[in-house]
């Protein structure tokens, strides 16, 4: 078996497992709640318990986070039901999308989009190194013409995160 980081391998969201299990624990408490208030009135019927079920669906759905892997040249963001994916080395435009959570919009030469939260790659240094080797690559080839600002503000907080973790397991923080 090849090294962790060898440049054949996938770079995945660690903590991906763990915010699915969060959306599915949101959306059974939501839905149990539901049913015990329902049970509590003694007004349980079948169309409002298929409401609830449809409730909590919905809530997990809007709670699911996106699962983000990345390799040699390319990075993927999978939903439910869709990946979208682009070429990190084939990179034409990275932008920073503020709201009420912040995103992260690539587009690659080859018309692919995908938009992921920011703070994935802070939280996964390898996601983050495979996005930052396909974009140099893409940048010294001539193709990123927006977004080297939005990458080296994200390369720096990246820095910070890691060193922070490396002060914390070694006990000097």
Sequence with gaps: MGR??????????????????????????????????DWGSGRTVL??????????????????????????????SRRLLREHRVRTDLLVSVRC????????????????????????????????LRLDEGARKSAADGLLLCGTTALGSLARRVDRETARAVFRASGLE
């Design 4 to 37: 962790p980081d060898a440049p054949g391998e996938a770079a995945t969201d660690l903590d991906w497992t763990r915010e699915r299990w969060s959306a599915v624990r949101c959306a059974g408490a939501l839905l149990t709640l539901l049913f015990l208030i």
């Design 47 to 76: 169309w409002r318990a298929a409401l609830w079920f449809a409730l909590s669906g919905l809530l997990f759905v809007v709670l699911c986070p996106a699962r983000v892997s990345a390799g040699g040249g390319w990075l993927a």
């Design 97 to 128: 999308l503020d709201g009420v959570s912040p995103r992260l919009l690539l587009r690659d030469a080859l018309g692919g989009r995908v938009e992921i939260d920011p703070q994935v790659l802070v939280r996964n240094p390898r996601l983050w």
